[in-house]
């Protein structure tokens, strides 16, 4: 039986975390931290939080990338074919300049984190995908964010169900 009272938190461990079905709920820049708000995060049977060692759902979660500094943020470019498969337009990536914590909070909430890698110690890269504001139910705009930070933390209380492969 499960500890109803008990708190997980996992350090500086992206790269045992698949943000495959990740959505974000809330985006918050507070003082030093990055903190998002995500559901459908799937903690890898690896983890060292993971009690299940099966892939699993996390209940709602909270990841801080603590005195998280944002280094980069390039809206992501895309190749357009018709039915031919003849290239009909391509837009390359744009490299996003002037772009402060408070507006990627208003990018990033509502949206996918459809993945997360660690570049080097200390440094991660965010992809992030917006959500159309016609239909509500595809992405429109992909942006790769890199950020600095000292360490990652993830907490969470509960467990949801397995993953299905």
Same mark, same amino acid.
């Given at each position: 039986?499960?500890? !109803?009272?008990?708190?997980?938190?996992?350090?500086?461990?992206?790269?045992?975390?698949?943000?495959?079905?990740?959505?974000?709920?809330?985006?918050?820049?507070?003082?030093?931290?990055?903190?998002?708000?995500?559901?459908?995060?799937?903690?890898?049977?690896?983890?060292?939080?993971?009690?299940?060692?099966?892939?699993?759902?996390?209940?709602?979660?909270?990841?801080?990338?603590?005195?998280?500094?944002?280094?980069?943020?390039?809206?992501?470019?895309?190749?357009?074919?018709?039915?031919?498969?003849?290239?009909?337009?391509?837009?390359?990536?744009?490299?996003?300049?002037?772009?402060?914590?408070?507006?990627?909070?208003?990018?990033?909430?509502?949206?996918?984190?459809?993945? !997360?890698?660690?570049?080097?110690?200390?440094?991660?890269?965010?992809?992030?995908?917006?959500?159309?504001?016609?239909?509500?139910?595809?992405?429109?705009?992909?942006?790769?964010?890199?950020? !600095?930070?000292?360490?990652?933390?993830?907490?969470?209380?509960?467990?949801?169900?397995?993953?299905?492969?």
């Amino acid at each position: 039986m499960m500890n !109803a009272n008990k708190t997980y938190r996992s350090v500086d461990e992206i790269d045992r975390m698949d943000f495959k079905d990740c959505t974000i709920t809330d985006a918050h820049f507070d003082g030093d931290d990055i903190r998002l708000d995500l559901e459908a995060l799937i903690i890898r049977a690896n983890n060292s939080q993971n009690e299940n060692y099966t892939d699993s759902y996390a209940g709602e979660t909270r990841m801080r990338l603590e005195h998280g500094r944002i280094m980069e943020v390039v809206k992501e470019g895309y190749r357009y074919y018709n039915a031919d498969n003849e290239l009909i337009r391509e837009v390359p990536d744009e490299k996003v300049e002037g772009i402060g914590a408070e507006d990627l909070s208003s990018l990033f909430a509502g949206s996918y984190l459809a993945g !997360a890698e660690v570049i080097e110690p200390g440094v991660c890269r965010l992809f992030v995908e917006t959500v159309s504001e016609e239909d509500h139910m595809t992405a429109s705009d992909s942006y790769r964010i890199q950020i !600095a930070y000292e360490h990652a933390v993830f907490t969470w209380d509960r467990y949801l169900n397995r993953v299905q492969q």
